[in-house]
């Protein structure tokens, strides 16, 4: 074999080395950029990628893009006003979606801390959040997220309110209520005063006085109207019949629907279950041999009460 046959040799293998990379970044899809900062973020993920993977990678500069190469990386790279979002695309041979990922520069400035862990997710198809360390924060990532602030909205509430409890029948009671709530993004904080009175009814016993609320809530949908699930506590002065009164408390469960969130006004309506927790003296009438009766009053009952209420708040 003469010299000049060999040297031929040697440079087609170095050569075929070179166009069969198993990787090849293509040139990089700018917009809003010029064409120079393109190839700059082009070349620095060559070089990164390889760096990651100590394998051959190809770059749009050397070798015409995706020429023999086993995989290929699309990057698409955003300016709005300084900040540069870079996306990411590995694809294989069949053009395949292989994995992904996206990271925010600040400025070009930034360049040098998201293209080496951009690099990294790709090669080790991990999300760009693991690939974080206390050196490699960018500015965007260290800045606070952006959440919804508390919104009060006050109004008042009515409910119809039915008691029950077995062996005793009741009167249907009316509450009216101021009705404060604080929202948040994923539900609300509520407070509450107010007062409940029986409608009257022969025979029957009424449970009525004034009450505290204090619960909370969670949105299951974030949409104008809105379902919602929640619980809290009632601490109450009631009486029910025969001046059985004092301090009460109850715990109650409630789902409801919130209207027009995005409005100033809202309306809600919801079903509440409030279980007694401390109960109401029964008295039973006990008789004698004789005929004669007395009245005990050992015995509680604790009531469930079921409302329907309705509210308005701005």
Known sequence: MTRKTFVILSVLMISARVWAAPVSVLPVNGTNMSAGEAEAIAELFVGAYAAETLAPVSGPKNVPAGLDAQETIEINAIRLDQRISLRAVLRGQNGEVLYQATLTATSMDDMDLVIPRLAKSLAKRIAPEATQTIHTVTQTEAKPENKIGTEKVMGLKTALVIPMAKGI???????????????????????????????????????????????????????????????????????????????????????????????????????????????????????????????SSDERYYPTEVGLQFGIGW
Do not use: N
């Open 169 to 295: 029948e009741f009167e249907p009671a009316l509450t009216l209520q101021f009705d404060g709530r604080f929202e948040f993004e994923k539900g609300f904080f509520e407070i509450g005063a107010g007062a409940q009175l029986p409608t009257g009814g022969e025979g029957k016993k009424g449970i009525g006085g004034v009450f505290a609320e204090l619960g909370g809530s969670l949105y299951l949908a974030d949409d104008s109207m809105s379902p919602y699930v929640g619980a809290g506590v009632v601490p109450r002065i009631f009486v029910s019949g025969d001046d059985d009164g004092g301090m009460r408390a109850g715990v109650y469960g409630q789902a409801g629907l919130m209207m027009l969130r995005e409005s100033s006004t809202r309306m809600y309506v919801e079903l509440r279950v409030t279980q007694e927790a401390i109960g109401y003296e029964k008295q039973v009438r006990v008789y004698d041999l004789y005929g004669s009766s007395t009245e």
